[in-house]
């Protein structure tokens, strides 16, 4: 098929599209299909099958037709960007890991769901407890065929199994050209690459989907045998009959020949098992999942929406395996009283399967007051960004497993803050099952920061982990930027930037993995706008974020560093194998221990690195007189730089840190600040004294931070003798304007 022929495959599936049908193939006549066909040539035929495909579509769905014969020049470009944008997304490996071990994870869940859900008030089901180790087998069994079939789904560009329930629902093959010119092959070849990701995704989602449809085939089948007295070769037989009659309909995409009924209940129904299994099932219509799906299908609904049927089943697989929650959806509330006695099963599956897991992840996730745990989890961390990076300096790591490392004795090793040292493994890709674990997690860390009065109100600590998860979604980026856009106008470049950067690079997910992943250039690069950015503000943005997705190449661009040790922050890496980063989304890093950074995040010290204004001073209230000298892109973090490496006797910011921290003193507020001292009898008495502590040990610290700060900017002002001139010349303007405000004031008086 041509791209054209495809995109009218695709387009008569598409529902609901306008109101008021009318011809679609005024654009053909008679003289043209009958010229077509006598010419024979390769040019004609290619021209009659798309006027066939035109016809056959105009059958099957007209209104869709006529929106696609009809469509505008600018609609048109909306949906080219957005399929180049959304295969931008896709382009990234570790997008296509994410999906292959979120969808293998589901599939390998159910079976163990419905032995379960064998366990019920009726008693045990033996028929269902075994069914779901026959389903398992015949998992394993159809590994084979199923990788057949999507090696001819990702040939064919379109799903085998349930074609009408993609993963990726944009309109597909905007990137195209009638013809068989330079041009048309042009620009065909290069909508066939640019489309590669989508081809890829859609070949993963088929393999699960003919695993769970054969699976489930065979399974129904060797139930619906034993149920009817069948054994050995009889009930092989019936299986195998079962099994040819289904898949006869997926391969010949029709029913005409099928003239038993039960086996097209069976193809109905393992249909809908491998969509509900890939997240990729139909939403209800009367359901507001559908509702947002009807604006995701207009061209600029996809722009913010790119993926809505995929996020809200997961969203929803997780809902179902929420016990009490999941009886609010009504789709799990008929599955639970379902006359199908495996469908029924696999609900009560979900129910003690989710509860499991929600128990694991709770016990685990308070586990982090523990330093000697041997696993826990952390949350989100701090919302504020600043502390939030503060953390992250420590090697912490938000949404991840925290292993506790020993040496080959069995000894839990110790860092050089006197702290256990730690392992962090993220785990907050791999949805839905990531969800209970961030949900867990950041509702004990919220716990612990609560009054006692809400502490005792659990339901207060979940709805703010229920809110931080749903922002912190991936999938749901787009539906996340819009909130932010329509919540802060000023976000508005950067969010156009980085469309932009992803539309001009049409691997630029490729190639910011490749970027963090294999090149040398795995550091975070400051993408900041400074001064000296005015009036090309977005275009320095655009070029910023262009640069991020381009391995080897900087753009101009410097790597962050922390302001307090001086040291090049950097991605993690992919936990495993060095060879295989790139692929991973399951990121590591290991606890620094450095006793600075530490004592900072158990103080909770808001301390922000050397700002991009050089002030002029400040009022004893706090607030800065007038509004300074901005610096560049390349002054700021020089600034950064000497801050961080200028010397006050011998002695850089991080040493004086230290040995200020080493102190008897500051080691005895850290005592309070800890709680060490926290008994049954003393409690209100150290509690109130544990935060004043900690305000007078983040004051001591700043106080030395300061001071580097300061002399930082002597020495950037001594080596920028023209920018010290200036910065001289408007304190000098700023004192005289306050000296005549001052007389003013005493002639006023007299």
Request: glycine share 8%.
């Amino acid at each position: 098929r041509t791209p054209a022929e495809k995109a009218i495959d695709q387009a008569t599936d598409i529902r609901g599209t306008v109101k008021e049908p009318t011809d679609p193939l005024g654009e053909f006549s008679i003289k043209e299909i009958i010229e077509a066909a006598e010419k024979g040539d390769k040019a004609s035929w290619k021209r009659l099958r798309i006027i066939t495909k035109k016809l056959q579509a105009a059958q099957g769905n007209p209104q869709a037709l006529q929106k696609m014969a009809n469509e505008s020049k600018f609609m048109r470009g909306v949906k080219i960007q957005n399929e180049i944008f959304i295969n931008s997304i896709l382009s990234g490996p570790e997008t296509h890991a994410v999906n292959i071990m979120s969808t293998a994870l589901n599939t390998l869940a159910r079976p163990l769901e419905n032995t379960l859900g064998s366990v019920s008030r009726q008693g045990f089901d033996q028929m269902q407890a075994m069914r779901g180790g026959k389903e398992l087998y015949y998992l394993m069994s159809s590994i084979s065929d199923s990788l057949k079939a999507a090696k001819q789904a990702f040939q064919i560009e379109d799903n085998i199994v349930n074609p009408g329930a993609m993963i990726q629902e944009a309109d597909r093959f905007q990137i195209r050209m009638e013809g068989n010119g330079n041009l048309a092959n042009i620009v065909n070849g290069l909508g066939t690459i640019i489309r590669l990701p989508g081809r890829f995704l859609l070949a993963e989602d088929e393999f699960f989907k003919q695993l769970n449809f054969r699976a489930y085939v065979k399974a129904s089948a060797w139930e619906d045998g034993m149920r009817k007295g069948l054994q050995g070769a009889d009930l092989q037989k019936h299986i195998q009959e079962q099994f040819d009659g289904t898949i006869e309909i997926v391969n010949k995409n029709s029913m005409a020949n099928i003239k038993d009924k039960s086996v097209i209940d069976l193809y109905d129904k393992a249909q809908k098992y491998a969509a509900e299994t890939t997240f990729t099932a139909d939403l209800p219509e009367d359901s507001l999942g559908a509702a947002i799906q009807g604006v995701s299908r207009h061209p600029f609904g996809r722009v913010v929406l790119p993926f809505v049927r995929t996020p809200v089943n997961i969203f929803k697989a997780q809902v179902r395996r929420t016990p009490g929650v999941n009886m609010a959806l009504k789709e799990y509330r008929q599955a639970l009283r379902s006359a199908d006695p495996s469908v029924a099963a696999k609900a009560r599956g979900e129910m003690y399967l989710g509860g499991a897991i929600w128990s694991i992840a709770g016990a685990t996730a308070f586990s982090i007051n523990d330093p000697m745990s041997e696993l826990a989890i952390t949350g989100g961390g701090p919302s504020d960004f600043n502390m939030l990076n503060q953390k992250r300096a420590t090697g912490w790591q938000p949404y991840s497993f925290r292993f506790l490392l020993k040496d080959g004795d069995g000894n839990v090793k110790m860092g050089k803050d006197g702290k256990p040292r730690y392992k962090y493994v993220s785990f907050r890709r791999l949805d839905p099952w990531a969800s209970f674990l961030m949900m867990a997690a950041d509702a004990a860390a919220i716990t612990g920061g609560l009054s006692k009065q809400d502490r005792d109100d659990f339901g207060v600590a979940a709805s703010v982990a229920l809110g931080r998860n749903i922002t912190n979604k991936t999938y749901l980026q787009g539906i996340t930027e819009l909130a932010d856009l329509l919540g802060k106008p000023q976000f508005f470049q950067n969010w156009l930037a980085r469309r932009a950067a992803a539309t001009v690079n049409p691997f630029s997910a490729l190639g910011r993995s490749v970027k963090r992943n294999v090149t040398s250039d795995k550091e975070i690069l400051d993408k900041k706008t400074r001064a000296g950015d005015d009036n090309f503000v977005w275009l320095r943005k655009f070029y910023n974020e262009l640069a991020t997705t381009i391995p080897g190449y900087s753009g101009g661009l410097r790597p962050m560093r922390n302001f307090i040790t001086g040291s090049i922050i950097e991605y993690p890496v992919g936990f495993g194998p060095d060879n295989m980063s790139v692929l991973n989304p399951i990121k590591e890093t290991n606890s620094i221990n450095n006793n600075v950074l530490t004592t900072l995040d158990d103080i909770g010290a808001r301390i922000t690195q050397p700002s991009d204004e050089l002030s002029l001073g400040r009022l004893p209230s706090g607030q800065a007189i007038g509004s300074g000298i901005e610096l560049t892109y390349d002054e700021h973090l020089d600034l950064i730089e000497e801050t961080a490496f200028v010397k006050i006797n011998g002695q850089t910011m991080v040493r004086d840190l230290h040995n200020r921290i080493q102190q008897k003193d500051f080691q005895a507020l850290m005592k309070s600040v800890r709680g060490e001292l926290i008994e049954q009898n003393n409690m209100d008495i150290e509690v109130q004294a544990q935060q004043a502590n900690r305000d007078l040990a983040e004051d001591i610290l700043r106080d030395i931070v300061n001071k580097y700060k300061k002399a930082g900017k002597q020495i950037w002002l001594s080596k920028n003798p023209e920018r010290k001139k200036e910065y001289l010349q408007l304190q000098a303007t700023i004192r005289q304007e306050a000296n005549n405000d001052i007389l003013e004031g005493f002639q006023q008086l007299n």
